[in-house]
């Protein structure tokens, strides 16, 4: 692997170009990510002749592009095509999802995959490939961790992540996006003490630092992130040489907390980056004009229709098993899914060792979910709650275990096929994956139809059911 440029010891150089063209349409932004990398010197500048280059986008989730939470598929094809007109022998979009879901089903659904096959390029799908275990050394916080072959075979890294907020940092954003190369099964067990988690990922950055960051700021996201942001039209695309910096001044941008994103701070004591934003330049659209106040995402358990309690533990339940389940609950709020579950009653959802004096009339009042192993025995081993173990708990198990143990597996999955499958569509229609994709999908307008239809009728009859019992009650 030859070591990614660093970029300038003393200045991190941010290049910001703007698209008019709301429907994002290709040639559109094509020009506007290459006037975007050219205010760094071109893509030239980065990739050379017969090198291997990987994009990294961030999917983490089935949302398209223009929902606010993942890269834009056609930002990937400009850069794809960027990177081989400079001359790399192979480019790849490389990829892990989030715990609930299949990278290679996620990127299908987003019309990544689509896009792949559009501009002609490879796919890995790093929870699929052979993995090794690297040591970083001694003096590492995180000496040895499992690492994807694939990363030690690339040249250059463009890190390429969606502009949208986080409820735990200000911004889900380049450094952020690198936790995509941890190993799913070791990435959680760093959640369990939460710096690992951290230090981990700078330390991924350190190794394959991204040599070009492309932020996707056109369909940017506030609000609920990283998984349920609410879009709004930005219509930018932020370049940088430097990932730290680039998360910064996309931070400034949003009128948020800058100077409290702890994975950039993390990844500059790595020596990744440059956090001071009197030591980025700014060049092409100037900086006051990119500007917009963004609502940032509210990390209270309040905002929910159900009863939360959260103790103390290990610092995985909070960052850890009640980060995951907030990520989940944000899209059930977002989607009116809280409706179902409240269907038998009030619901209790008690994470950690935490004291709950009204415990016997809560079990009362609708089904009571107790998570993580650190929870007080005296709660999670009574037969009358439901319990799911782990520490943390993934979020595939929140979503599968959990809803199926609260009696409501019968009615989720296939409103979780249907609602999969409604994305795709809707996506391969608007010609997010490329125009190949857009024009297979109409002439198989049909079929598609047909099997949304065929998913949703068990869906329907259910729900009819129920407000015909409701009525008779």
Known sequence: MTPAPTGSTNKAIIGIAKIYDRSMHQDSVDRAVKEAVDHLGGIEQFVKKGQIVALKPNQTLFKLDTDGSTTSPRMLISLARMCKDAGAREVWIIEAAGHAQSTRMVMGITGVTAAAKEADVHVAYLEEVAHKVVDFGEDA???????????DRIDVFIDCPKAKTHF?????????NWVGLMQMSFRLSTQKDVDPYYQGTAQLLKRYRPALTVFDGMVAGEGQGPGSNDPFWWGFIIAADDPVAADVTVARLFSLDWWNIRMAREAEKMGVGIYDPDKTEIRGVPFEDAV???????????RYPVRVLVGSGSGGVIEGTLGHWKTIA???LANDVWKMFLVRGKPTFMFGAVEDPLFEEHLKEGPYVVLDDSALDKYKYDPRVIFIPGSPVPQ???????????GFGMLYEPGMKLYQTGAALKGRISGVAGGKAQKNTLLKGIAATTAVAAVALPVITYLRGRENDEEKE
Do not use: F, N, T
């Open 330 to 332: 944000d899209a059930w």
């Open 396 to 406: 595939s198990y929140i979503q599968h275990e959990m809803v199926e143990k609260m």
């Open 168 to 176: 735990v940092d200000p911004i889900s954003g380049a450094c952020k």
């Open 141 to 151: 916080p995180v000496r040895y961790m499992p690492v994807a072959d694939i990363l």
């Open 292 to 302: 917009v106040r963004v609502r940032p995402a509210d990390p209270s358990v309040h």
